[in-house]
């Protein structure tokens, strides 16, 4: 298998003769516009999604963070796809397979809607991103019309689940409904009565504080204070002190990059120990340059189950820099559905595979190595696809209906590692 590294250029040999293509990842390159990258419209005249048709190449774009408050996801979330790329056009998948990336950016920035249109002006069939639910509600509707799958492997905001997407909107990722849980119960389990709350106020940020506050109140507890702040905000201290005031025993950080500088507020300046500290899969992160022991205790949780040794190496074998794999599984998952979805239809173009990413993910024969996937539909079998991420089940919304959220501790070197994998239901 070849590897892909970004940053670098692969061997133009091996990439086409293993039927792949990865395009340029800088975000000023403008796509060149295929046949199929002009829409026809749809014989329905109250259809505003435009029809885009097969071109026997499997388009997928990427809007994921290279830059941004979430740019730690980019490196993981990046292998994800490549890999599953490197796998699909190491198969006897009947298209190419092209991936061309796209930075997202922030919600600050207009990175995102920029890199949409460049996806949807040229080829792209299904886009996988963005990290951020604040950035995917900047670029949705672009999508949407112009007829184009997404995938997000990370985004979490409830107020995706009921969205008039027309069926376009995926995610590989749960719902936060069931991180909220498993936060609140965390929380409250450890010991803490009264909990703190730090969040972003943005989607993400809203609907996880309200799931974690419904969670850790129906198990006992109180919050005490939930405090947002704003993307871009540098100074933490009056927020600190508001929270801390209200005099808790544990304090969630709901929160993205910035909580590079809540931390050393919290912890150091203040002096709330560090063991009542609980991060989110927003800032679960190990580049923290942090005093040794600043983060001692503390606990996350991340939505996905943990990932296997030897999943890990193949990812490594794609980017070998890699020290952090959150939503890398997701982000896999998605591309192999996506690709999956095509090949039960028999066509790479997006409506198709929108019609067929349910049908892949439940109900049939499981089966977890793509190959193999493909083989079962060649013989007419109904397919059930289970990856590294967890079993994946869509429902009619293209949430995922069960799912695992890892929970991790830090250790005195700033470093998380897995303490439990809870499996949950969003039905319940």
Same mark, same amino acid.
């Given at each position: 298998?070849s590897?892909?590294? &970004?940053?670098t250029?692969p061997s133009?040999? &091996?990439? #086409?003769?293993?039927g ?11 796509l ?8 026809a ?8 999604t ?12 990427t809007?994921? $963070? *290279?830059?941004?408050?979430l740019?730690f996801?980019g490196?993981p ?9 490197? @796998? ?22 207009d ?14 069939? /299904?886009?996988?991103?963005a990290?951020?639910?604040?950035v ?7 999508l ?5 799958? *997404? ?14 997407d027309d069926?376009?909107f995926?995610r590989?990722? $749960?719902s936060?409904?069931l *991180?909220?849980?498993v ?18 106020n943005d989607p ?9 506050? @419904?969670?850790?109140?129906? =198990?006992?507890?109180t ?21 801390? =005031?209200?005099?808790?025993d544990a304090?969630? /950080?709901?929160?993205?990059?910035e ?7 919290? /912890?150091?300046?203040q ?9 989110v899969?927003?800032?679960l ?14 606990k ?7 990932? !296997?040794? @030897?999943?890990?190496?193949r990812?490594?074998?794609?980017d ?5 794999f ?13 690709a ?7 066509s790479?173009d997006?409506?198709t ?5 349910? +049908? ?5 024969e &499981? ?7 493909l ?5 007419? !079998?109904?397919?059930? #696809?289970?990856?590294?991420?967890g $079993?994946?089940?869509f429902?009619?919304?293209?949430? $995922?209906?069960?799912?695992y ?12 590692t897995?303490l439990?994998?809870e499996?949950? +239901?969003?039905?319940?």
């Open positions: 298998m590897a892909f590294l &970004k940053g250029t133009r040999s &091996k990439a #086409y003769s293993a792949i293509r990865i395009a340029a990842a800088t975000a000023g390159i403008l060149l516009a295929s046949c199929s990258s002009t829409p419209e749809t014989d329905d005249e109250e259809s505003t435009a029809a885009r048709v097969a071109d026997g190449t499997l388009t997928v774009g809007i994921l $963070p *290279q830059t941004g408050n740019a996801l490196p979330e990046f292998a994800g796809v490549d890999l599953a790329a490197a @796998e699909i056009a190491a198969s006897d998948f009947e298209f190419e397979v092209e991936v061309v990336d796209r930075d997202s950016g922030d919600a600050e920035t990175i995102a809607t920029q890199s949409a249109t460049e996806l949807v002006n040229g080829a792209a069939d /299904v886009v996988i991103g990290a951020s639910s604040g995917s509600f900047t670029f949705i509707d672009q949407v019309t112009a007829g184009v799958v *997404q995938i997000s492997p990370a985004n979490t905001s409830p107020d995706f689940t009921d969205y008039d069926g376009w995926w590989t990722a $749960p936060d409904v *991180q909220g849980r936060l609140g119960n965390l929380i409250v389990g450890d010991g803490a009565e009264n909990v703190g709350i730090i969040y972003i993400y940020g809203i609907g996880l504080e309200s799931n974690a506050t @419904e969670a850790i109140e129906a =198990a006992g507890g919050v005490t204070a939930s405090v947002p702040y704003n993307t871009g905000d540098t100074q933490f201290a009056a927020i600190v002190d508001e929270v801390l =005031a209200s005099g808790p304090v969630a /950080v709901i929160a993205f990059e909580t590079s500088s809540i931390i050393p507020e919290l /912890v150091n300046t002096g709330f120990a560090s063991s009542g500290v609980y991060f899969d927003g800032n992160s190990n580049s923290y340059e942090f005093p040794e022991g600043t983060l001692t205790g503390a996350g949780t991340l939505p996905g189950n943990f990932a !296997t040794d @030897e999943f890990r190496a990812l490594l074998e794609i070998p820099a890699l020290t952090d959150s939503y890398s599984a997701e982000s896999y998952d998605a591309v192999i559905l996506s999956l979805a095509a090949a039960q239809g028999g790479d997006p409506t595979i929108r019609d067929n990413l349910q +049908s892949v993910s439940e109900g049939g &499981k089966c977890t190595v793509f190959q193999d996937c083989t079962l539909i060649a013989a007419g !079998t109904d397919i059930d #696809y289970d990856g590294p991420s $079993p994946i089940t429902d009619e919304n293209g949430d $995922p209906t069960e799912a959220i890892g929970t991790y501790v830090y250790g005195a070197d700033n470093k998380y897995p439990n994998a499996f949950g +239901s969003l039905n319940e």
